[in-house]
């Protein structure tokens, strides 16, 4: 079916409020980490199935342009597959499951393993994008904190983990400084994501939908995050290799097999993982049965 | 006999006027500062509330090292003054000078908010009367102490939780507690938290309003030791704002009289509340119980 078939504008949304999010979004480039508000529009889906990604990416859409969509890191999720269909549908697209050759890529959760080029742009879905939230409750004093770079109270919440746990046990949305200046949620990513979003090429663009707010990280921006001098930031994995394809260095999930306390441990980048199985890698779980 | 009387008599008129004048030139004297220029010196400072007069023309100077009480019934103005001196109120007209670091004179008024908050974090405090208001009640006692610290950009977690655990001992809260809550601690626990916390990036300054209200007598008694201990230790300036004349006599050196937001009568606290000049300071001094 063509665009012109299904009867919507291009990529859904009408062109003026495409231009009101392009309009947010150069202001979110033009000010690292700043969190921009936008008038966020009602979409055909729940708020937290990614309302606030589905609107960038409606608005960074060209005809030209290859969209990936991956949900935890996995490309046949139910999230994945159909946001991937909807532009389909509605931008008429081509779409793919391999990194390398996407234009765009929609995200919930991660950043691919294959490393980004200058010529994509990563578009994260967002629940909260304000980092001081739970410190703070009321949103004019979180922003007069951003404003004055008062962050001293973020630094108190890491402390409080050490003091607790002996470690910070912060595992996503682990915060980030963006060049120097605002801190920020880098959305539920795992922090074993965070050395990635550091000098990224990629632009990366966050939208948060019911929150009706827009942050972005130009390419090759600074991220630091957040830590003491005694108890620098460690990106965390599991202590294991991908069950299937053997990678020691990629982000595992880890998946009960059966009642029996079962479990393995496999890549949550389902494409990285299926390209280094066509590539010859085998894991535990694959070196006899296939 | 009769010479006797007499002889008594002048020499007691002689001793009052010669105390009198030695107590006005005492007042003229740059306090213990000696030739150093003010560190605060506050002019015409008025705060209105719509028609009413929250404080009007309120002005004083505090040296190093002085600690200046505020006394003055309810609604006297008081904490509209220290809330004006904060920054937490803006006033309508006046001057807040502060002499900083380098030894240059700043208004704080006109400071803008980061120079003030900048300001609010290292070199003065502020004690709230309850200490919820001055507390992160969900925070532990060592990262209530901490923050200060890291707001001004300490990045090592095993030299903040040294500082923090000195400054527990410092206000007799058992260091073993530091990772505790404060809501688990006693009122008087509570507020000597609140204190480590106001002094542990070593300010110059320090804005007390009602330190021991809601305490009960034993306690306010330790709290007080304490206070006057630091105050004297670090060389604090500090000026205290309560109704509690037992305080003042103890903490201030200098005291000003409040009523219907202007100050009746200032002086050295032994002087004004052992010979109160102003009718209302001579009622507040008569009011107070005797035990």
Known sequence: ?290 | MTDGTDIRRNDGAGDAKSFKGFCQEFSKIPGPGGEAPPLLRVSGLTRRYGACIGCAEVGFDLWPGEVMGIVGESGSGKSTLLACLAGHLAPDAGQVLWRDRDGRTRDVLTMSEPERRMLARTDWAFVHQNPRDGLRMGVSAGGNVGERLMAVGARHYGRIRATAADWLGRVEIDPGRIDDAPHRFSGGMQQRLQIARNLVTHPRLVLMDEPTGGLDVSVQARLLDLLRGLVREMGLSAVVVTHDLAVVRLLAHRLMVMKDGRVVEAGLTDQVLDDPQHPYTQLLVSSVLQV
Not at chain 1, 268 to 290: I, K, L, M, P, V
């Open chain 1, 1 to 290: 079916m063509t665009v012109q078939d299904s009867g919507y504008t291009f990529a859904y949304l009408d062109e003026a409020t495409k231009r009101m999010i392009r309009r947010a979004l150069l202001k979110a480039v033009a000010i690292p980490g700043y969190q921009v508000p936008f008038a966020s529009r009602e979409m055909p889906m729940p708020y937290g199935w990614g309302t606030g990604g589905v609107q960038l990416t409606a608005a960074c859409l060209t005809p030209g342009d290859v969209l990936k969509v991956i949900d935890q890191g996995a490309d046949d999720t139910t999230n994945a597959v159909s946001i991937r269909s909807f532009f389909a549908r509605v931008a008429g697209i081509a779409t793919t499951e391999a990194t390398a050759e996407a234009t765009i890529i929609q995200t919930r959760h991660r950043i691919p393993e294959t490393p980004l080029t200058e010529d994509q742009i990563l578009v994260f879905q967002v629940p909260i994008p304000e980092p001081l939230r739970f410190l703070e409750p009321r949103e004019t004093e979180t922003r007069r904190m951003h404003a004055l770079a008062d962050y001293g109270l973020m630094q108190v919440r890491l402390y409080e983990d050490i003091a607790r746990h002996g470690a910070i046990t912060r595992a996503y949305a682990y915060p980030v400084r963006v060049e120097g200046r605002y801190v920020m949620d880098p959305s539920p990513i795992p922090r074993f994501d965070n050395p990635k979003l550091d000098r990224s090429a990629a632009l990366m663009l966050f939208g948060a939908g019911r929150e009706q707010r827009i942050h972005a990280l130009p390419p090759w921006t600074r991220v630091e995050s957040l830590d003491f001098e005694d108890y620098p930031f460690e990106a965390s994995r599991p202590d294991a290799p991908c069950a299937l394809c053997g990678a020691t260095d990629s982000y595992l999930d880890e998946v009960i097999t059966d009642d029996a306390g079962g479990r393995m441990f496999v890549c949550s980048d389902t494409d990285h993982c299926a390209g280094r199985r066509a590539a010859g890698h085998r894991g535990a779980s694959t070196e006899t049965g296939a």
